[in-house]
């Protein structure tokens, strides 16, 4: 089966510091892979995605996310946190085999940059 | 990628009573989903709304309960019936496959509907 796992509820980091949000998925076959964040009475807003090439892919913001295939993680990162990249972040997995277009989120991390 | 609106943005409902949510795309696609999200955690895939033909739920959903209609490329409903306080939550309404554009591996989604059942 598909799934996603964010193991963080919850991260905090201080404005201008580097941030990581984690995200491993367990798939079968080659996964194409996302991240979505939702700030607070909002919809999702799409941040950038692997589907095949290289492993580092860069998304809106600044963030950037590292593809690992034997590690099975997709991390989210940023150099430079800014108060404002505080909200909630999914990553999510596509069915590439019995449902193309189903996507599997995870449970979320709420990031909270500090001043 | 597609603009996405959602009406309406957020309601309060007496109990045993019906909800119809509408999303409007900007542009015509291929597919169009409904997701239910409790405030603050994971979103859950209620149906895929397929155009022409009825909607293809998820387990744990069912029609009765969670009608769905699209009648075209660019629109769909997705009504909450005989709505009880279990039934609060945010409904989001996503698309994926621009058929106008190139993108055709993301899904987009709307702003939501946050419901509230008294």
């Known amino acids: 089966a598909q799934s996603v796992a964010q193991p963080e509820d919850q991260v905090n980091v201080a404005e201008g510091n580097p941030l990581t949000v984690k995200c491993t998925y367990s798939?079968?076959?080659?996964?194409?892979l996302f991240w979505y964040v939702q700030y607070p009475n909002r919809g999702l807003q799409f941040l950038l995605k692997?589907?095949?090439?290289?492993?580092l892919v860069k998304g809106s913001y600044g963030f950037e996310a590292e593809f690992n295939k034997s590690q099975t993680s997709f991390h989210l990162k940023k150099p430079s946190a800014l108060v404002s990249d505080s909200a909630l972040y999914f990553c999510?997995?596509?069915?590439?085999?019995?449902?193309?277009?189903?996507?599997?989120f995870g449970s979320g991390t709420k990031l909270n940059v500090k001043p | 990628s597609a603009v996405i609106s959602q009406k309406p943005s957020r309601d309060i409902c007496q109990r045993g009573t019906s909800l119809t949510i509408q999303c409007q795309v900007d542009?015509?696609?291929?597919?169009m989903f409904w997701y239910r999200q409790q405030p603050g955690q994971s979103l859950t895939l209620i149906a895929t709304a397929n155009q022409g033909s009825e909607a293809t739920y998820e387990s744990g959903f069912v029609i009765d309960k969670f009608p769905i209609s699209r009648p075209n490329l660019t629109f769909s409903t997705l009504t909450v019936s005989n709505m009880s306080p279990e039934d609060s939550s945010i409904y989001l309404c996503s698309v994926a496959t621009t058929t106008q554009g190139v993108d055709t591996d993301t899904q987009y989604f709307g702003p939501g509907t946050r419901l509230t059942v008294l």
């Open positions: 692997y589907i095949t090439g290289d492993n």
């Open positions: 542009s015509q696609v291929t597919m």
């Open positions: 999510a997995v596509r069915d590439r085999w019995y449902n193309f277009n189903k996507f599997y």
């Open positions: 798939v079968s076959g080659n996964p194409y």
